[in-house]
């Protein structure tokens, strides 16, 4: 039996994340405008359960005791984001001044907490008046959002210092545009194209204001990135596999990194590509701070013509281990070669795992309890891969564990838990810390675990 004690670096960031739809409700008080989620989620067709996220898990109301659960847990960096539409309930111009209100309130109460708030602009929560003039097509939205970054840093900055400006724009393109599984619905290659082109604008727009607004400020995006392998050796599955790295990873990182699209993604969309004009490119790699990484999982690819992107599926291994998430295949491994791939081919940036977690089937115990070994054990072998990459020069800086609470798991509705804390959706929305909270706990507490091996 090996046994050793994983001590990370004195500096390292232990911290939760959440999103502002997904957690806060109160989708119609206080001024708030409609977001595309609001829309999406009422039609019950759109929802797994049936359930829109117009109360979510109350968090508008219950923002003090989420906060005191966190002081609990001994968590000192908090990841959120921000409800645009609160704040501009028609997407810019007028600002209500009650949104902006409860974020004050909110990034006041968990200073007095000792918990340090780390604000996400954009988790895809496109006010709907947006999305009416064309959304992300329109690069009337990109100077909307510079309008809502520049009155919210104003607000804020003097207190927030660090920022990420887009939370996985592929996903919020591909998913929302091209499979129509997210908001707003869509399915159509160029639309996707174009909405995350202008997100990417968005971010270096939003990055610069950043800078501009914020003394001393750190501003980043977070991208989500898989590690991609072909499921077989043939030379039809690379090509797929290749072609999936550069469409979902490739095109969101050297873009940012290198100043350009890759050259065979633009070859492969060819007139599908949007207008990109001279100097998009520069305005997108506008030097940041920091990259946030979310990882869940591995990607096997093969092969598929009948797939119109980028002829390329999803395939399944049955003997490894996966989340409740089919798709989502448990695979640490993943994390530690993606923080490598970061290291060798875009200049080893400071990195924040920004999102990790998984979710199973919890429920609340005959002690009161809530056990759950899944998550601790997922947790445990990501958090050594994370030790791993850092042991080899990767310039990974901190970990948030998704999420701080069950809460609304978009188009899944509340069907899928991933929270460290459970809420009682059938109790007002109690709350009650998982093992894996108090794993948590000590990890942050000792800045390190304790691991076991044969």
Excluded at 226 to 241: G, K, L, S
Excluded at 243 to 258: E, P, V
Excluded at 383 to 391: G, L, N, P, R
Aim: aromatic fraction near 14%; charge should be negative.
């Amino acid at each position: 039996m090996y046994e050793a004690f994983l001590q990370f670096p004195t500096d390292f960031i232990w911290g939760v994340a959440t999103a502002a739809y997904q957690i806060e409700g109160a989708w119609n008080e206080d001024g708030r405008g409609p977001s595309i989620w609001d829309t999406f989620s009422q039609s019950s067709s759109n929802i797994a359960d049936n359930q829109p996220g117009n109360v979510a898990v109350d968090h508008y109301h219950r923002y003090q005791e989420d906060i005191e659960l966190m002081r609990f847990l001994g968590i000192h960096n908090y990841r959120m984001s921000l409800s645009w539409s609160r704040i501009f309930p028609e997407g810019r111009g007028r600002v209500e001044q009650r949104g902006l209100d409860f974020y004050n309130r909110l990034v006041d109460s968990l200073l007095s907490a000792n918990i340090k708030p780390w604000i996400t602009l954009y988790h895809w929560d496109l006010p709907q008046a947006l999305q009416d003039r064309g959304g992300w097509t329109n690069r009337d939205t990109v100077a909307a959002f510079a309008e809502y970054v520049d009155q919210v840093t104003r607000s804020l900055g003097d207190r927030v210092k660090h920022w990420m400006t887009f939370n996985e724009p592929w996903v919020a393109s591909i998913c929302g545009n091209l499979l129509g599984v997210h908001a707003p619905g869509l399915k159509d290659i160029q639309t996707t194209l174009a909405v995350a082109h202008g997100m990417l604008l968005g971010h270096g727009m939003g990055s610069r204001i950043v800078k501009t607004n914020v003394r001393d400020s750190m501003v980043g995006i977070v991208n989500n990135l898989a590690w991609i392998e072909p499921a077989t050796n043939t030379e039809a599955d690379r090509a797929a596999a290749h072609r999936w790295d550069g469409a979902y990873n490739r095109w969101f990182m050297d873009s940012i990194y290198k100043g350009s699209y890759p050259e065979d993604m633009l070859k492969w969309f060819g007139p599908l590509v949007p207008e990109i004009r001279q100097d998009d490119m520069k305005l997108i790699s506008t030097p940041t701070d920091f990259l946030g990484l979310n990882y869940y999982t591995r990607r096997l690819v093969h092969y598929d013509p009948k797939n119109p992107f980028i002829q390329a599926s999803q395939t399944y291994r049955s003997h490894t281990p996966r989340a409740e998430f089919e798709e989502f295949e448990d695979w640490p491994e993943g994390l530690y070669h993606t923080l490598c791939r970061i290291r060798d081919e875009y200049g080893n940036p400071p990195v924040y795992i920004t999102e990790n977690g998984t979710t199973t089937l919890d429920e609340i115990s005959d002690d009161g309890c809530v056990h759950d070994p899944v998550r601790v054990d997922y947790l445990r072998r990501h958090f050594s891969a994370a030790y791993q990459a850092i042991t080899e020069g990767c310039q990974c800086k901190g970990f948030f564990v998704w999420s701080l609470l069950d809460n609304y798991e978009w188009a899944f509705g509340f069907s899928k838990r991933f929270g460290l804390v459970f809420v009682d959706y059938t109790d007002n929305l109690h709350r009650i810390p998982k093992d894996s909270a108090y794993f948590f706990r000590q990890v942050i507490r000792k800045n390190g675990f304790r691991i076991h091996s044969r």
